[in-house]
């Protein structure tokens, strides 16, 4: 078992319960084929650093587990085949998971409308 | 004769001279700095105005920590934390 971190973008119109699916919905490829999840963070919709798609916004998904290498690539061409997600990169991680993480799986989704306006202030 | 030679070497090659102080690598200076390609805001600095990744000679990095910080910048271009460049047309 490796530890990896993955992140995603998300299309930014995907909200509210759209969003919250097609999160569980990638949370359960994972857990299908035999990831153990760590952490799973919501980092809200933020500017991007250049166009993707013509999009100049995503909400980014940050999750943490521990999988066998194989699995890895299953998940990233299931992530691939979906649509709404307009980038991912997938990092393993030297080193065991940051302290931080151990808070488990939970601090998820929801939060996704009012980080909407507090992430302005992140851009130059 | 001992002008300062700021362009690249002339034919004969003369003796390369340092002026100014050596800067330090920030994260030999400190050791509890990690790299992280999340890390946006170190990031930067090793970033031109036009979004390049600054030369080791510029920025005074080890070489060691120069590959693992333009391994970071590329990670975070990936993802779009990073710009490739700054006219990126929108």
């Known amino acids: 078992m490796r530890n990896y971190e993955s992140l995603y973008i998300v299309h930014p119109e995907v909200v509210g319960d759209e969003l919250t699916a097609l999160v569980d919905k990638f949370q359960k490829v994972l857990g299908d084929i035999g990831a153990e999840i760590v952490k799973l963070d919501n980092w809200g919709v933020r500017k991007l650093a250049y166009p993707i798609k013509k999009v100049e916004r995503g909400n980014y998904i940050q999750v943490l587990f521990s999988a066998e290498a194989k699995v890895v690539a299953e998940y990233e061409r299931r992530l691939r085949l979906d649509e709404q997600i307009l980038r991912f990169l997938t990092v393993r991680l030297d080193h065991d998971f940051p302290a931080d993480a151990a808070e488990s799986a939970s601090s998820t989704s929801a939060r996704e409308d009012d980080e909407d306006t507090a992430d302005e202030d992140e851009e130059e | ?90």
């Open chain 2, 1 to 90: 004769m001992a002008y300062e030679n700021t362009g690249r070497s002339t034919s004969s090659a003369p003796p390369r001279r340092r002026f100014g102080r050596r800067k330090i690598c920030r994260y030999c200076a400190d050791r509890d700095a990690r790299i992280n390609y999340k890390d946006v805001d170190s990031l930067r600095y090793y970033l031109s105005e036009r979004g390049k990744i600054v030369p080791r000679r510029i920025s005074g990095t080890c070489a060691t920590h120069q590959r693992q910080i333009a391994e970071a910048i590329k990670n975070a271009r990936q993802i779009a934390l990073l710009p490739y460049t700054t006219s990126h047309s929108v």
